[in-house]
């Protein structure tokens, strides 16, 4: 098991970044507007938290967590779309480099663990603002984009969402639904 202390300062920074440069990614992939936003957001800290706590049996993860994951900064939503295309653009080469530097010194179980930290983030963005119930729940945007990141984290054979899953029952209690996915604790 590999931890911090493996990896060169540079390195750290870049496992630490991609997660939430994954995140920011998705979002861009498929805007939503403010009311969108905020629901992304609010899906981001919950999806972060129980990934942490779900995957923090394995060092490195534990070790992300302590250290607490890079914030991403991103384009404003009103920025032209070459801007947003290279922050995309960006988050792939992020998630390629992670990869990379994972496959180099850390065990299969880790490199696994960690895409999985990247994609469950990612995935609760692309499924927080899209239209309940709706078979465009996650946008074309957004699923291809998870395609790339998944690919970037070496997850062959992976499929993105297009709709949110059943704890979701009838879609009108999305409150109730986070609390069986994410737990009671609110987060604003």
Same mark, same amino acid.
């Given at each position: &098991?590999?931890? /911090?202390?493996d990896?060169?300062?540079?390195?750290?920074?870049?496992l630490?970044?991609? $997660?939430? &440069? +994954?995140?920011?990614?998705i979002?861009?992939? @498929?805007?939503s @507007?403010p %009311? @969108?936003?905020?629901?992304? @957001?609010?899906?981001?800290?919950? *999806?972060?938290? *129980? *990934?942490? +706590?779900?995957?923090?049996?394995?060092?490195?993860?534990?070790?992300?967590?302590?250290?607490g994951?890079? $914030?991403? #900064?991103?384009?404003?939503?009103?920025d032209?779309?070459?801007?947003?295309?290279?922050?995309?653009? %960006?988050?792939?080469?992020? *998630?390629?480099?992670?990869?990379?530097?994972?496959?180099?010194?850390?065990?299969?179980?880790?490199?696994?663990?960690?895409?999985?930290?990247v &994609?469950?983030i990612?995935?609760?963005?692309?499924?927080a603002?899209?239209? $309940? %119930?709706?078979? +465009?729940?996650v #946008?074309?945007g957004?699923?291809?984009?998870?395609? /790339?990141l998944?690919?970037?984290? %070496?997850?062959?054979?992976?499929e993105?969402?297009?709709?949110?899953? #059943?704890?979701?029952?009838?879609?009108r209690?999305?409150?109730?639904?986070?609390?069986?996915?994410?737990?009671?604790? $609110?987060v604003?």
């Amino acid at each position: &098991m590999t931890t /911090q202390a493996d990896y060169t300062p540079d390195d750290w920074e870049t496992l630490r970044l991609a $997660p939430a &440069m +994954a995140a920011e990614a998705i979002r861009l992939a @498929g805007p939503s @507007g403010p %009311g @969108g936003r905020f629901l992304e @957001g609010r899906a981001d800290r919950r *999806a972060t938290r *129980a *990934a942490l +706590a779900r995957l923090g049996t394995v060092a490195l993860i534990a070790d992300l967590d302590r250290a607490g994951l890079d $914030p991403a #900064s991103s384009p404003d939503d009103d920025d032209d779309a070459a801007g947003i295309e290279a922050y995309i653009a %960006g988050a792939i080469a992020e *998630a390629t480099n992670a990869h990379g530097i994972l496959a180099a010194a850390a065990a299969p179980d880790e490199v696994e663990a960690y895409a999985s930290l990247v &994609m469950d983030i990612a995935e609760a963005v692309a499924r927080a603002a899209g239209e $309940p %119930g709706s078979d +465009a729940n996650v #946008s074309a945007g957004e699923r291809t984009l998870l395609v /790339q990141l998944a690919a970037a984290l %070496g997850m062959d054979g992976y499929e993105p969402p297009r709709r949110m899953d #059943s704890p979701f029952g009838d879609y009108r209690d999305v409150g109730k639904a986070e609390r069986e996915l994410y737990g009671d604790d $609110p987060v604003g």
